[in-house]
């Protein structure tokens, strides 16, 4: 039988958990509204004679990533501080879990090591809304699968 027989196979992006360890101390970021984790390729071009394709060598990766998250989590701000203040900026970890009790697929969980942010909201007011939002640019270098789906 083919696994996505019938749409409740899908994994839900809702069902999940984001737990951020900074200096050891694990933080539940359960209003983090969204996360997303990209790898992007380096590649140089390699044009060879008699060859009209131009051909790519893989050099290494990047790995940036971005989250919005409801602005009641002090400890992105307390990183920021630590920086101005100590001039030690800090690299912390993100585990993130994808677990739907609805799918046959599984639980996956990825680790992704030395974080950094790319800026910080210090403060925000904003009359047209009820909850505020911020949007979070981080860099990661490192990843390792804890779990992956069911296959």
């Known amino acids: 039988m083919n696994k996505f027989s019938h749409g409740g196979e899908a994994v839900s ?55 919005t998250i409801y602005d009641c989590i002090p400890q992105l701000r307390a990183l920021a501080v630590k920086y101005i203040t100590t001039g030690v900026d800090v690299y912390f970890r993100i585990v993130t879990v994808n677990d739907d009790p609805s799918s ?33 640019d981080f860099t990661y270098e490192d990843v390792t699968p804890v779990t992956s789906f069911n296959s």
Do not use: P, W
Not at 35 to 60: A, C, P, Q, W, Y
Not at 107 to 118: A, E, F, H, P, R
């Open 104 to 136: 046959s697929s599984g639980k996956q969980t990825m680790s992704y090591n030395y974080v950094n942010l790319d800026s910080t909201v210090m403060s925000q007011l904003n009359s047209e809304t009820d909850a505020l939002e911020t949007s979070v």
């Open 13 to 67: 992006g809702k069902e999940g958990k984001v737990f951020v360890i900074i200096d050891g101390v694990i933080h539940d970021f359960a209003m983090c509204k969204d996360i997303n984790f990209d790898l992007d390729k380096s590649k140089t071009e390699l044009k060879v004679i008699g060859k009209r394709f131009t051909m790519h060598k893989t050099g290494g990766v990047t790995g940036t990533g971005s989250m």
